[in-house]
């Protein structure tokens, strides 16, 4: 594990410097978790927006984070467009004036893009996409915040802080733009796993009902439930699901079906298939897996589940590839099918294009951003050419 977690020039050094420091596998399968009482929300009152239509066949948005605080960063947000037929992308400018936009989010109108300010002081930024125009920055009352999301209703914004080990909530106006912050949860235990410094909330995201919003922090190998209070943007925990100690739980990605999820574990270079109950908010963590990455330094990232359930991508920083599994038991199991590679140095984030047919790696040693089409059949992985450059890119958004 690298030791740089100390705010170095008004910035976090947190372990993102990872990147700038340093077959079938056996199937698991979790218990499945209680079915929902009766009276559960149906699919018809499910709060999230529908899935978006195949879009036009001309060019699509592309929106890439950076460090800019970083040697060889970049200045700001990255502007380009992808031809989703060919995967091909192209640059058009920077939007300055966003500092180290580590990790990107659009709200559910697709009006307003969101970014997280990566710094000791760390900060959420709303940029109106129409004419492109900073609507401002909140507090997020912590350090090195690196993920953010924004909740299906439209009217919150959930970040959360490695370095500080927090999480928070800020309201969401009708423009966009975000209200002063409504709250933060500092995650004091369990206490961290020796090997750590202290806490580290490395994602915050909704439940696909609506009804949890889910912390996961590699720094006490915990997976935190809350229920958010949607009148007043307040937390409240209801449960904890626990890694073994040591594996340092990172991403967390749900399959559509809303009862299972998979967990990217960097610190111990394993997956796990997690069961989760939509009525008390709880996550049932199976057993370790392969990341398939051969038993060599790999600090896998983040997993993406394409739109019909069928398969699961995992990116491995360090073997630098993608893992590939098929998803059976209707979301239960994860059989690994093997790695492609990726194509590029460190992989530190990946997302599917709307429609699930193209899939985007941000690079962040080689500064690319590499593409591949998706076979949703088969969950093949064909690269779509040459990477797309870009200064220390971490994260690629595609709208």
Do not use: K
Request: net charge negative; proline share 9%; charged share 15%.
């Amino acid at each position: 594990m690298d030791t740089d977690d100390e705010p170095v020039n008004g910035r976090w050094s947190r372990r993102r410097f990872v990147g700038a420091v340093a077959g079938t596998a056996a199937v698991v399968t979790v218990p499945s978790p209680a079915a929902p009482p009766a009276g559960t929300r149906a699919a018809a009152d499910d709060p999230r927006p529908a899935p978006p239509p195949r879009g036009p066949s001309g060019p699509r948005p592309l929106y890439v984070g950076t460090y800019t605080s970083a040697d060889g960063g970049g200045t700001g947000i990255g502007l380009a467009s992808y031809d989703p037929a060919t995967g091909r992308i192209t640059t058009s400018g920077t939007l300055a004036g966003v500092p180290d936009p580590s990790y990107l989010a659009v709200h559910p109108d697709g009006r307003t893009l969101y970014a997280v300010d990566e710094r000791q002081d760390g900060g959420v930024t709303a940029v109106r996409l129409a004419g492109r125009r900073v609507l401002g920055t909140r507090g997020t009352g912590g350090a090195g915040p690196c993920h953010l999301s924004v909740h299906p209703s439209g009217r919150w914004l959930l970040s959360a802080n490695y370095g500080s080990g927090s999480v928070a909530v800020h309201p969401v106006d009708s423009s966009g733009a975000l209200g002063e912050r409504t709250d933060l949860v500092t995650h004091t235990a369990p206490p961290p796993d020796s090997g750590q410094q202290g806490p580290h909330a490395h994602q915050f995201v909704t439940s696909p009902d609506g009804g949890h919003v889910l912390a996961v922090d590699l720094g006490t190998d915990t997976v935190y439930s809350y229920r958010l209070d949607q009148a007043n943007g307040t937390l409240t925990e209801v449960a904890q699901a626990h890694t073994r100690p040591g594996a340092g739980p990172r991403h967390l990605t749900f399959h559509p079906g809303g009862r299972y999820a998979y967990l990217a574990n960097e610190v111990d270079d394993t997956v796990t298939v997690c069961g989760y109950d939509p009525a008390s908010g709880r996550l049932t963590i199976g057993e370790p897996q392969s990341t398939g990455s051969g038993g060599g330094t790999n600090y896998p990232a983040q997993f993406v589940v394409t739109a019909n359930g069928g398969y699961a991508f995992l990116a491995n920083r360090g073997d630098n590839s993608l893992a590939r599994y098929a998803i059976e038991a209707d979301g239960a199991r994860l059989r690994l099918l093997g790695t492609v590679p990726v194509g590029g140095d460190f992989p530190r984030q990946i997302a599917l294009s709307p429609d699930g047919g193209l899939l985007f790696a941000a690079n962040q040693r080689s500064g690319t951003v590499t593409v591949f089409h998706v076979d949703a059949d088969s969950g093949e992985l064909r690269s779509a050419g040459e990477p797309f450059a870009s200064p220390v890119a971490v994260c690629a958004l595609p709208l």
